[in-house]
T-cell receptor, first 118, second 111 residues
Framework: GAVVSQHPSWVICKSGTSVKIECRSLDFQATTMFWYRQFPKQSLMLMATSNEGSKATYEQGVEKDKFLINHASLTLSTLTVTSAHPEDSSFYIC????FGSGSWNEQFFGPGTRLTVL | SQQGEEDPQALSIQEGENATMNCSYKTSINNLQWYRQNSGRGLVHLILIRSNEREKHSGRLRVTLDTSKKSSSLLITASRAADTASYFCATDTGTASKLTFGTGTRLQVTL
């Protein structure tokens, strides 16, 4: 199946700093990627839909100025958490569809990035 | 919130037993999928069932879907310790659309 990677796998930062998380589709092109956030022992909540070459679509309640998403190429989307605070500590996961595989309904997920803000 | 509900929240069984977890959702769907997540890891796709299907099998997995009740169940037969993980259902409303995840079931399989 298609492979999605994330970098870094974990990051610790000080409050007030910005953190960038990369999501890459390794063997396919992804015009659309999704960013999720998951708090401990909870489910995944969709934050935004990242569209290559255009602005991201954010879910209700997600601050677009705090969570900057850039989908600069067909294989890379980045999520930048600006001025991070301890409440932003979470597990961030990206996903993408591989239309080239003929499977239009299966999202392939990255391994996730654990962010801890001190 | 449009998030689906899953029950039980947690399930502990012994190796060899069957595990059943249920998912209920709120809106009409196109597909329902089940994913597994090992602790602190990404999601692994298990099985997809379309809205016009009622049952689907894959190895030790059996999924049912009842669109009239807006519910689905996942049965894992002859469970193994390696099945220990969290299981999530997820629904979509169209091809390549965003997923809405259920609250998840944490399965513990003991030897």
């Amino acid at each position: 199946g298609a492979v999605v990677s994330q970098h870094p796998s974990w990051v610790i930062c000080k409050s007030g700093t910005s953190v960038k998380i990369e999501c890459r589709s390794l063997d396919f092109q992804a015009t659309t990627m999704f960013w999720y956030r998951q708090f401990p022992k909870q489910s995944l909540m969709l934050m935004a839909t990242s569209n290559e070459g255009s602005k991201a679509t954010y879910e209700q309640g997600v601050e677009k100025d705090k969570f900057l998403i850039n989908h600069a190429s067909l294989t890379l989307s980045t999520l930048t958490v600006t001025s991070a605070h301890p409440e932003d500590s979470s597990f961030y996961i990206c996903s993408a569809y591989d239309f080239g595989s003929g499977s239009w309904n299966e999202q392939f997920f990255g391994p996730g990035t654990r962010l801890t803000v001190l | 919130s449009q998030q689906g509900e899953e029950d039980p929240q947690a399930l502990s069984i012994q190796e060899g037993e069957n595990a059943t977890m249920n998912c209920s959702y709120k809106t009409s769907i196109n597909n329902l999928q089940w994913y597994r997540q090992n602790s602190g890891r990404g999601l692994v796709h298990l099985i997809l069932i379309r809205s016009n299907e009622r049952e689907k099998h894959s190895g030790r997995l059996r999924v049912t879907l009842d669109t009239s009740k807006k519910s689905s169940s996942l049965l894992i037969t002859a469970s193994r310790a390696a099945d220990t993980a969290s299981y999530f259902c997820a629904t979509d409303t169209g091809t390549a659309s965003k997923l809405t995840f259920g609250t998840g079931t944490r399965l513990q399989v003991t030897l």
